[in-house]
DNA sequence: TAGATTGTTAATCGATTAACAATC
DNA sequence: TAGATTGTTAATCGATTAACAATC
């Protein structure tokens, strides 16, 4: 079981544990068993001292003169981030983009799973995606009340969002995905995670254009 | 136009000017002609020491006792970015999400254009998607010999991923957007950004259980 | 000119790296 | 036990913030 050790983990080391769990996802389906934090950060390029300052945010996982058994710290990763914990979510918007997080198979991998998808285009409702028949965005609220759901991913157009996501919190979200170009505003307890898709184009045009030296 | 005054701008500087760039194209909607430092920074929640500090990394750009005019620093930071230059793009992979993205109508706004897409699904090929006819990929290499392009889309999954991206390389793209969830190996001075689309569910669903403080 | 605000230098803060005692 | 490697403390590095002289 993981002890969080400080009131609050930085940011930074947040955002890397997701690579964390990926790196260490493939080597346990390589069969790898066991892994110093020299090779582990080797995998990963960055240093062992980042490694094990990072994990040390969380507990102790490791053995001195040993190092760590892959499945054993990635089961930990799993529950630091909160993965396999079968987090139910809901989709608001079914266009191109919602389609293909409905479609998109590695969510289910981790435990999380879309139950529900609504749109407000009467010619998009009654839809299958997937499996899942678009419902009509009207009976959200309804919806969540009688089916209490973790996240609520938002693929609307920008004018549409702010008024989806106050429905969502309203009826207990606890956390937004949110592909809609516009910030929203939620109240206190309510966790946004705004995905600006074109940004890291942006970041390549940068440095294709600035010689901008490689490796990340 | 932009003096880079340093060798390598800090990459953490690059990551912020898309925002610098969204925000700027909002006040210029709003039709709003000056700003201050302290204004601009009080919009993006940073401190207007770091904004000043971060354009100081590429020129000046303001004007003692007055400010910033907004479409004059706009224009500067899509210059920086590499805006607005009508670079061409092409896809390779037709599933959603490369849908999604050749239907996604922000980049058109941003001087980006996806100007052929491929797929290997004979289904696919013939399709139109936003009025372009799929081609079997097949065709990519001599394509891009005849259409010398910039940045190449990978949508593939992940075992045809690092395939496409060979041909892509020896075809002169200078810049690869990957979305299939492997590792690319390029050659030295050619930019991979991968994106990661579950990173940011995953951090989503960390803030969630631990209740993390909120604000970004 | 007086007031405002930049660009930049210096101070602080936080994150990364190095080093090593603890210990398996 | 001897060797290896962790977890953690201390040192370094880089990024953010504060302060202010330059100047519009």
Known sequence: MSIIKYDVIPLVVIKR?????????ELSAKGI???SSQE???TM???ASQLRQDLSCFGSFGQQGYGYRVDQ???EVNQILGLNYGTGMILVGAGFLGKALVNYE???KRGFTIQAVFDQDPEVVGQS???IKVSNVSGLATYLQKNPTEIGIICTPAPAAQEVADVMVQSGIKGIWNFAPISLKVPEGVHVEHVHISESLMVLSFKIRQQYPNGD
Do not use: C, E
């Open 129 to 131: 995606v997937n499996g």
């Open 40 to 42: 582990l950060a080797a």
């Open 17 to 25: 544990l997701p690579r964390y769990h990926r790196v260490l996802s």
């Open 33 to 35: 068993g066991r892994i």
């Open 106 to 108: 590695n969510f289910q």
């Open 45 to 47: 390029k960055i240093t």
């Open 73 to 75: 710290l990635l089961t």
